[in-house]
Structure formats: structure tokens, C-alpha cells
Nanobody, 125 residues
Framework: EVQLVESGGGLVQPGGSLRISCAASGLSLDDYGIGWFRKAPGREREGVSYISSKDDTIWYADSVKGRFTISSDNAKNMVYLQMSNLKPEDTAAYYC??????????????????WGQGTQVTVSS
């Protein structure tokens, strides 16, 4: 059974940093790319970042480029999203998702097979 479990969300002040994690089980990060998505109230879910370490592929949405860094530890089956210079508009539930790496899914949600339950990130003073 494939499971994706996010952790590390919380409350952070504007300008602060936070690292969220995605623990994958039942699949190998050698075979799957992992995307991070977020869903804010009143807004559609949007892609934030993507990594396929086997292909050396990394993608960021323009809104987070230069502020967020995605990384993976394939030995631990973990993917991380380091978020810096956080803004109130980054407030959302953050989800990780897995897609076959050949799909190069990036922000194309329909290509993702597995989804986590999400972790809440709130940026507020």
C-alpha cells in the first residue's frame, strides 16, 4: 500500500522559514517524482514544486522561485520543501503527491497517482 505522509506544518511569521516533509512508503523515489501542491481557502489547488531525483528534474512555480527549495533523500524515501521568506499568501494546506517519473508531471495534477492528507502552513504575525 502506498502512503504519503506530510509533516512539519505550523504557524510562522512573515519573513520566516519552515521545512515541511513528505514521507513516502510503498513506492521508490527512483521510480516516482514527487510534487508539492497547496490549497488555500477560496482558491484552487496549485502546484508549488516538483522533484524527480533520478532524472535530475526540479521545477518551481514562479510564485515561490527563489524562496522555496525542494530536495529528496531517496535512501530514506523522504522529500522536503524548505520554505523561506514566507508571505501571508503562502498560507495554505500543503500536499505531496507521487507520479510515475516518466510522466514528468510537475504541476499537472491529473498525472499524479497518490496524494497525502496535507499539512497546514499559516503565515501570520
Amino acid at each position: 500500500e502506498v502512503q504519503l505522509v506530510e509533516s512539519g506544518g505550523g504557524l510562522v511569521q512573515p519573513g520566516g522559514s519552515l521545512r515541511i516533509s513528505c514521507a513516502a512508503s510503498g513506492l521508490s523515489l527512483d521510480d516516482y517524482g514527487i510534487g508539492w501542491f497547496r490549497k488555500a481557502p477560496g482558491r484552487e489547488r496549485e502546484g508549488v514544486s516538483y522533484i524527480s531525483s533520478k532524472d535530475d528534474t526540479i521545477w518551481y512555480a514562479d510564485s515561490v522561485k527563489g524562496r522555496f527549495t525542494i530536495s529528496s533523500d531517496n535512501a530514506k524515501n523522504m522529500v522536503y520543501l524548505q520554505m523561506s521568506n514566507l508571505k501571508p499568501e503562502d498560507t495554505a494546506a500543503y500536499y505531496c503527491a507521487a507520479a510515475d517519473r516518466w510522466a514528468q508531471a510537475k504541476d499537472i495534477q491529473i498525472l499524479y497517482e497518490y496524494w497525502g492528507q496535507g499539512t497546514q502552513v499559516t503565515v501570520s504575525s
